[in-house]
């Protein structure tokens, strides 16, 4: 009776031998790549064939040397071998030269490209792969990981294609000088092979570990980076100083356990093929068969093999470079293949006036247990301001979230002037909306380009200037030394929280759009600048449609419509005067406040 394997070694050979075409699809995709620099990579061929050509044109020439000294005859060809010498190494750095330099090229411009793709898809993304993946890892995929990738398509290649013709040639060689002593050189194949097989599998484990602490190093120290006053305030030196130690040295074992196995595998190799040199050396000094052989064919055969150790030598480096880039190219790979968000290629083109209504909207986080929104319904027409008040964490900013779709409701609809929103292209969608996040978002520009950022950077100089005066902000850019153009640093950092906010109001009055989402857009005012703010966008919202988030009541009090969002649910709805009357919720949050600012 057969025994049948269990089960758990099949899903083991299955897995690897997934994991082998995996490798072959990824290294074949990377190689795709190549197509749009093919002529650079054909020169760079080129050049590596003319290179692999001068040794077995070198061992042609030992093999002349001899046979004109045994001749006697080398008087006459004095001046004829050292001008054939310099020949054979002008053709061979000119042929290092071709494939060198163009092989650069080729990695060069595929490495832009990569990162070119890479860095196109991070922007199309959902907002759930950014909560699921830190921004350090993402950075060194777009640095480490390249530069892996760099490495499999010049150095390997260019070790895989110059040595391994250089092999092709000398074999050759070998072949038609005494085929039946060259025959033992394909002996040793099968012991290289599964030398070469082993290795491959954990050269790859060991690099993907590599590239994953790599992602844990620029995590730890990206955080600590832009943590760093909490980090010296709250004493947190030896904290960062031992995660990134831990990480350091986590890479550090798996670099080591690479070295390991490359520096093993190696000699091993280089042995068997020095067995087999020295077989065919002793061989080849048999009487029986050195007698049928010419002095020229005798000494340029040993030469030739010898010339092998070198190149052979080569191949075997060879093999950590390219799993270290086949390694980074899943990775890379991985990240490109990653869905984008849901997006309608075709536009309605409709003019929006800015009716909204939420008919029913349920929505959970992706891998959360409880719901973010339960059956939430709210209708505002068009130019009305709605206001969203509750506790934190109650689902204010959850639900405003949902209306330029950086996440997709699970049930429910949301309509703008009577048509589903989903009807809308992303671009569409957005082009309709301007909103001023709690956390603000400035980037490493001058003011200018924070308040005409993107699809606004055509504004005129008094576009930007109108809605820096609207949103206060024009007095304190003025004192700056370069006014407009003045650099804010990494996320404004160079400026105060206040300034930063109203750089902020001032990009979304610029950009004019029928609906505005204010979420804590006046956090970080003070009272006197809170209050011109608040007359500015009052001024502003008068044809606007308006979602404002608020903890502090006193700056909604003219909305149309207050919610109030309490644990995924809207409990009340009404006006200000509405609300108060109800003795509700909303009753007790302003009698709350009001009492603390007595």
Request: charged content about 20%; cysteine-free.
């Amino acid at each position: 009776m057969v025994i049948p394997p269990p089960k758990s070694w099949k899903k083991s050979v299955a897995n690897k031998t997934a994991s082998t075409r995996s490798a072959v699809a990824d290294y074949k995709r990377l190689l795709s790549y190549l197509k749009a620099v093919k002529l650079y990579f054909a020169l760079g061929i080129f050049g590596f064939i003319i290179f692999a050509a001068m040794e077995p044109a070198m061992a042609a020439l030992l093999k002349h040397i001899v046979d004109v000294v045994a001749s006697g005859q080398a008087a006459e060809d004095r001046h004829m071998i050292p001008l054939m010498i310099m020949g054979i190494f002008l053709f061979r750095g000119v042929g290092t030269f071709f494939g060198s330099y163009f092989m650069a090229k080729v990695s060069t411009s595929v490495v832009q490209r990569l990162r070119n793709d890479m860095f196109a898809k991070l922007l199309v993304l959902p907002a759930e792969f950014y909560y699921h993946n830190a921004s350090g890892r993402l950075m060194s995929k777009l640095t480490y990981d390249t530069e892996q990738v760099i490495g499999a398509i010049t150095n390997a290649l260019r070790v895989i294609v110059r040595e391994g013709l250089t092999v092709v040639g000398l074999v050759g060689f070998l072949l038609y000088t005494n085929w039946r002593l060259s025959l033992l050189f394909f002996v040793i194949l099968p012991f290289v092979g599964l030398v070469v097989a082993y290795t491959t599998k954990r050269f790859r484990k060991l690099s993907s570990r590599i590239q994953n602490a790599m992602g844990g190093v620029t995590d730890v120290a990206s955080e600590a980076i832009r943590g760093h006053e909490v980090v010296k305030i709250y004493g947190g030196q030896a904290y960062e100083q031992d995660r990134f130690e831990k990480m350091t040295a986590y890479n550090a074992v798996s670099t080591m356990k690479m070295e390991v196995t490359r520096v093993i595998s190696i000699p091993l190799i280089q042995m068997f093929i020095a067995a087999a040199l020295s077989l065919l050396v002793w061989l080849a000094l048999d009487p029986a068969i050195s007698a049928a052989m010419g002095a020229g064919d005798f000494v340029a055969f040993i030469g030739a093999a010898g010339m092998l150790s070198k190149p052979v030598r080569m191949l075997t480096e060879v093999n950590s470079v390219l799993q270290k880039g086949v390694a980074a190219a899943h990775s890379i790979f991985t990240l490109l293949d990653t869905p984008n968000e849901v997006e309608k290629t075709e536009k309605i083109n409709v003019t929006v006036s800015g009716g909204i209504e939420f008919e029913r909207v349920s929505f959970t986080y992706p891998g959360a247990d409880k719901p973010a929104l339960q059956d939430v319904s709210l209708a505002i027409k068009p130019g009305q301001m709605l206001a969203l008040v509750g506790e934190s964490g109650g689902g204010k900013s959850s639900l405003v979230s949902l209306l330029p779709r950086f996440y997709d409701i699970q049930a429910g609809r949301i309509l703008i002037d009577g048509k589903p929103h989903t009807d809308f292209s992303l671009s569409e969608l957005r082009q309709h909306i301007a909103i001023v996040n709690q956390n603000i978002v400035l980037f490493n520009g001058s003011v200018r380009d924070n308040i005409a950022y993107g699809e606004l950077a055509a504004a005129s100089d008094e576009q930007v200037i109108a809605a820096a005066k609207m949103a206060n902000a024009w007095g304190f850019i003025e004192a700056l030394p370069d006014g407009l153009n003045t650099q804010v640093g990494e996320n404004g950092v160079l400026l105060s929280g206040g300034q930063r906010q109203r750089l902020s109001i001032a990009r979304a009055i610029l950009k004019d759009s029928p609906i505005l989402i204010l979420d804590e857009a006046t956090s970080a005012l003070d009272t006197e600048s809170e209050k011109q703010i608040q007359e500015a966008i009052d001024t502003l919202l008068s044809n606007k449609t308006t979602i404002a988030i608020a903890h502090r009541l006193s700056t909604i009090e003219n909305a149309d419509v207050i919610a109030v969002v309490h644990q995924g649910r809207i409990v009340e709805v009404g006006s200000h005067g509405e609300l108060l009357a109800k003795n509700g919720f909303y009753a007790n949050l302003y009698q709350q406040q009001h009492s603390l600012s007595e």
